[in-house]
């Protein structure tokens, strides 16, 4: 038996073999690569001297290595001034505070650690100090990882024919003249 006939076989689990190293090193694109479990662009009023928490995925479990993007901004201006207002912002996730201060715009992405669902999904928390109404703009998404078919079928399009061709060539492959040990 010679190795060129498993060459191509040889290749093909090579390929898969780096195709899988590259997947377990990249599970979550920052570009969103997955299921969506939580999407709002909206704007909110918060009047003078309160505050507002928004709980992010209420109801939904929001699983570990999931992506988290959270951009809100003051959008109005303090009545006869030409600076604009900024609002105090907290967010934070299974009890811990993942950013905070008193900013306008806050911008703050960052991938789960941890499964949490309800109560400690993610949650921003705005406060007022101002003696005015604030409108803020609004923007969070939270999208789950990607299952590991997601995960695999860019790279199966290439692999499986590549893999069905290997497998035909190792079974049909006879190489021609004569082998060793085969009598003149």
């Known amino acids: 038996m010679k190795i060129s006939r498993w060459l191509p076989l040889i290749a093909v689990a090579l390929a898969f073999l780096i195709a899988l ?3 377990v090193a990249n599970p979550l694109p920052a570009n969103g690569y997955g299921r969506p ?13 309160s505050s507002r928490t928004i709980l992010m995925a209420e109801g939904s479990v929001v699983p570990s290595r999931s992506l988290i993007l959270v951009v ?7 009545p006869g001034s030409d600076l604009s207002e900024t609002a105090y912002f907290r967010l934070t996730h299974a009890g811990a505070t993942i950013a905070q201060g008193d900013v306008s715009p806050f911008s703050e992405s960052f991938e789960t650690r941890v499964e949490s669902g309800g109560a400690d999904n993610p949650a921003l928390f705005i406060r007022n100090d101002h003696a005015f109404d604030l409108t803020i703009d609004y923007r969070a998404f939270v999208t789950r990882p990607p299952s590991t078919l997601e995960h695999f079928a860019p790279y199966l399009a290439v692999l499986v024919p590549l893999l069905a061709v ?16 085969q009598p003149i």
């Open 37 to 49: 479990i939580y999407d709002v662009r909206t704007t909110l009023a918060i009047a003078a001297g």
């Open 21 to 23: 190293g590259y997947v």
């Open 166 to 181: 290997a497998i035909l060539w190792a079974a049909l492959y006879h190489p021609s003249g004569r082998r060793s040990g």
């Open 72 to 78: 809100a901004g003051v959008m109005n201006r303090q």
